[in-house]
T-cell receptor, first 115, second 115 residues
Framework: AQTVTQSQPEMSVQEAETVTLSCTYDTSESDYYLFWYKQPPSRQMILVIRQEAYKQQNATENRFSVNFQKAAKSFSLKISDSQLGDAAMYFCAYRRETSYDKVIFGPGTSLSVIP | NAGVMQNPRHLVRRRGQEARLRCSPMKGHSHVYWYRQLPEEGLKFMVYLQKENIIDESGMPKERFSAEFPKEGPSILRIQQVVRGDSAAYFC?????????????FGEGSRLTVL
């Protein structure tokens, strides 16, 4: 069974600094998607960034980028120039590409941004 | 283009009562997923439905919980004889028939409180 692990329950970063959130996953599949979702205090789940496993190039969305290491099954999220609005729970997630499968979420990392 | 709509946003029930949570997927989406988020935890998959079909219910508790997605109308998650441990946020997500980006689109959640 596929699993997603986030080993950092809590992280903090100074405003304008850079922070990296870690994620590892376990799968025997070769085709899949990886995601980072953000959940602010409003509890709305917001997609931050996605990565297709077949793509070697790391995804980037403005201040957010990932370091995807397929062989190591690692998928970290880097937030540059952190802003107060980045404070939230961040969930790493996995989904098989081969079928309409469920998304499996990690336990989350709570990110605090210090002014 | 309206997003995933969930109602009610907040529901209070006494132990032993029934809770019904409704979810209307995004326009053009035919796949619905239900997740449960207990306090201070991540999202746990419950069930995946298409119109008139349950595709994967591997995350549903064996008793008291049921879900449907009828040909007409919203998807409904039903919890019978609620207990205090059912208090949680219940999220619905949808995805289109043709999978392009792989992501799920989430509603704002329904928060169930059992007294």
């Amino acid at each position: 069974a596929q699993t997603v692990t986030q080993s950092q329950p809590e992280m903090s970063v100074q405003e304008a600094e850079t922070v990296t959130l870690s994620c590892t996953y376990d799968t025997s599949e070769s085709d899949y998607y990886l995601f980072w979702y953000k959940q602010p205090p409003s509890r709305q789940m917001i997609l931050v960034i996605r990565q297709e496993a077949y793509k070697q190039q790391n995804a980037t969305e403005n201040r957010f980028s990932v370091n995807f290491q397929k062989a190591a099954k690692s998928f970290s999220l880097k937030i540059s120039d952190s802003q107060l609005g980045d404070a939230a729970m961040y969930f790493c997630a996995y989904r098989r590409e081969t079928s309409y499968d469920k998304v499996i979420f990690g336990p989350g990392t709570s990110l605090s941004v210090i002014p | 283009n309206a997003g995933v709509m969930q109602n009610p946003r907040h529901l209070v029930r006494r132990r032993g009562q029934e809770a019904r949570l409704r979810c209307s997927p995004m326009k053009g989406h035919s796949h619905v997923y239900w997740y449960r988020q207990l306090p201070e935890e991540g999202l746990k998959f419950m069930v995946y439905l298409q119109k008139e079909n349950i595709i994967d219910e591997s995350g549903m508790p064996k008793e008291r919980f049921s879900a449907e997605f009828p040909k007409e109308g919203p998807s409904i998650l039903r919890i019978q004889q609620v207990v205090r441990g059912d208090s949680a946020a219940y999220f619905c997500a949808s995805s289109p028939r043709r999978q392009i980006t792989g992501e799920l689109f989430f509603g704002e959640g329904s928060r169930l409180t059992v007294l």
